[in-house]
């Protein structure tokens, strides 16, 4: 299981763990969990594109995912990117459909693309997805300030000259680089399942934002080291654990909360004492 081509899925699932998890914080906090769904679906269609003309899946994917995030910051206001999120999704999967009518020669990357496959990542995919998850974490940590505020308090971001349509489209640049890195790995359809379940379970433990955020890392760390054990031993798609386990932190996120919020209150009187 940690030898032979099994390093590099090793290698692969930790970036993209580690990536999903500092993204997926803002993505849970800024409530972009739609986009998050839609990015990674649209993009599939650029790696449909792509294998259909013969070019590397990745700068499909890339392409799609940052024609995706340009669409709907770009018509979409931060009350209503629901519905520019709706219909840009809407046309990758129309031209996604179209691409994959047109060959039937490429069933088992596009299977693996769709599902994830990160057994079968290669050892030149490997500086890509590096590269392209230090750029994110680099992006985020920049505008980590202006970023978290406008989350938070877009009103109060905006009077201290945060420009919450910027952080809109930079942060969906961010989500689609994100796509791109970790669609080979995980698949299109469970990515989103890996930005979203850790990240919002770890905010069901902690309130405190880079405490949140260390423990979203840690859980997609658990998440994917664990899916990709289970994937190697059953020869099940990763993607499948990876929902399974993120839904599964993520329940015990909220048991956590309702555990909390029965217990009674305790409070220390003047005199020292505990009273209930």
């Given at each position: 299981?940690?030898?032979?081509f099994?390093?590099?899925?090793?290698?692969?699932?930790?970036?993209?763990a580690?990536?999903a998890?500092?993204?997926?914080f803002?993505?849970?906090?800024?409530?972009?969990a739609?986009?998050?769904?839609?990015l990674p679906n649209?993009?599939?269609?650029?790696?449909?594109?792509?294998?259909?003309?013969?070019?590397?899946v990745?700068?499909?994917?890339?392409?799609?995912?940052?024609?995706?995030?340009?669409?709907?910051?770009?018509?979409g206001?931060?009350?209503?990117?629901?519905?520019?999120t709706?219909?840009?999704?809407?046309?990758?999967?129309?031209?996604g459909?179209?691409?994959?009518?047109?060959?039937?020669?490429?069933?088992?990357?596009?299977?693996?693309?769709?599902?994830?496959?990160?057994?079968?990542?290669?050892?030149s995919?490997?500086?890509?997805?590096?590269?392209i998850?230090?750029?994110?974490?680099?992006?985020?940590?920049?505008?980590?300030?202006?970023l978290?505020?406008?989350s938070?308090?877009?009103?109060?971001?905006?009077?201290?000259?945060?420009?919450?349509?910027r952080?809109?489209?930079?942060?969906?640049?961010?989500?689609?680089?994100?796509?791109?890195m970790?669609?080979?790995?995980?698949?299109s359809?469970?990515i989103?399942?890996?930005l979203?379940g850790?990240?919002?379970?770890?905010?069901?433990?902690?309130?405190?934002?880079?405490?949140?955020?260390?423990?979203?890392?840690?859980?997609?760390?658990?998440?994917?080291w664990?899916?990709?054990?289970?994937?190697?031993?059953?020869?099940?798609?990763?993607?499948?654990?990876?929902?399974?386990?993120?839904?599964?932190?993520y329940?015990?996120?909220?048991?956590?909360?309702?555990?909390?919020?029965?217990?009674?209150?305790?409070?220390?009187?003047?005199?020292?004492?505990?009273?209930?």
């Open positions: 299981m940690f030898s032979g099994m390093v590099t899925a090793w290698e692969a699932a930790t970036i993209v580690v990536v998890g500092v993204v997926g803002f993505t849970v906090l800024r409530g972009s739609f986009a998050a769904h839609a649209g993009a599939f269609a650029g790696a449909a594109g792509a294998s259909l003309i013969g070019v590397n990745i700068v499909g994917l890339g392409v799609f995912a940052l024609l995706g995030a340009l669409t709907i910051g770009g018509l206001r931060r009350a209503r990117q629901d519905v520019a709706a219909l840009a999704i809407v046309m990758m999967l129309g031209l459909a179209l691409f994959l009518s047109m060959t039937t020669e490429y069933a088992p990357e596009i299977y693996s693309l769709l599902f994830g496959e990160v057994l079968g990542v290669s050892g995919e490997l500086l890509p997805t590096a590269v998850g230090m750029v994110c974490i680099a992006v985020v940590f920049v505008l980590y300030r202006p978290l505020l406008s938070i308090m877009p009103d109060a971001a905006e009077a201290r000259g945060v420009n919450g349509r952080m809109d489209l930079a942060f969906l640049v961010v989500i689609a680089l994100a796509t791109t970790a669609v080979p790995v995980v698949g359809l469970l989103f399942s890996l979203i850790p990240p919002a379970a770890a905010r069901s433990f902690t309130s405190k934002p880079l405490h949140a955020m260390g423990l979203s890392v840690a859980l997609a760390l658990g998440t994917v664990a899916a990709v054990a289970l994937s190697f031993a059953t020869n099940l798609p990763i993607g499948f654990f990876v929902g399974a386990i993120s839904a599964c932190s329940a015990a996120g909220r048991s956590w909360v309702a555990w909390r919020r029965t217990r009674p209150v305790t409070k220390i009187s003047r005199t020292g004492l505990l009273r209930a």
